[in-house]
């Protein structure tokens, strides 16, 4: 396994993947599934090209922080955390947790010198990989879910709409509020 995170081929095998499972969630996602494979495809897909065939970096750098590796780590987490905040989907939430932990993995190698290259390395690199498996794992739950139930709402509201006006126009709105709106279609589901 180890000779698979250090190898030359792990980027490529990572991209064919990526690529693989972005593609199927554009095609066959809802909007949420589509925000996080476009949010891959954009930062590390497209970044990637634009960092080592435009600019011409050849390696990401392991003895040190690489900047541009933090900043796209960065960029991916605060996009994955405002998917996962408004999204129907509670694997979005594994995903951005996921990024949070590659990010503090950036942190952990610039505040102490003594964490070795390949834990580095293994430290910013697995969490893409689980990612990736739980965004296929959703997207497959996602079909499952819409050809057994219909279609359903990919993003959360704040405040519905049948909560705002039952509320505002009864005369316990406290209690309304306490006990929700009643009948969804999550009640059907066991």
């Not at 991209?15 to 693989?20: G, N, Q, S, V, Y």
């Not at 065939?53 to 987490?77: E, K, N, P, R």
């Not at 006006?165 to 066991?190: C, E, F, I, L």
Request: charged share 15%; hydrophobic share 55%; proline share 4%.
């Amino acid at each position: 396994m180890l000779e698979l995170l250090a190898s030359d081929y792990r980027s490529l095998v990572q991209d064919l993947f990526a690529i693989t499972i972005c593609v199927a969630a554009m095609i066959w996602g809802g909007w949420p599934e589509r925000a996080v494979a476009l949010t891959w495809l954009i930062v590390f897909e497209f970044g990637r090209f634009l960092y080592r065939d435009v600019l011409g970096h050849s390696t990401v750098q392991l003895l040190g922080v690489d900047s541009f590796v933090i900043f796209a780590d960065l960029l991916a987490g605060i996009a994955w955390i405002a998917i996962a905040l408004y999204a129907n989907r509670n694997y979005t939430l594994w995903i951005a947790g996921l990024q949070i932990l590659a990010v503090f993995a950036h942190l952990a190698r610039f505040m102490s010198d003594q964490v070795a290259p390949l834990t580095y390395l293994v430290m910013f690199v697995a969490p893409g990989w689980l990612q990736l498996s739980v965004l296929g794992i959703g997207l497959v739950r996602h079909i499952k879910r819409k050809r057994i139930y219909g279609p359903y709402r990919d993003w959360r509201s704040s405040y519905p709409a049948a909560r705002v006006q039952y509320a505002a126009n009864s005369p316990d709105a406290p209690a309304a509020w306490m006990h929700g709106p009643g009948q969804t279609w999550r009640n059907n589901v066991k």
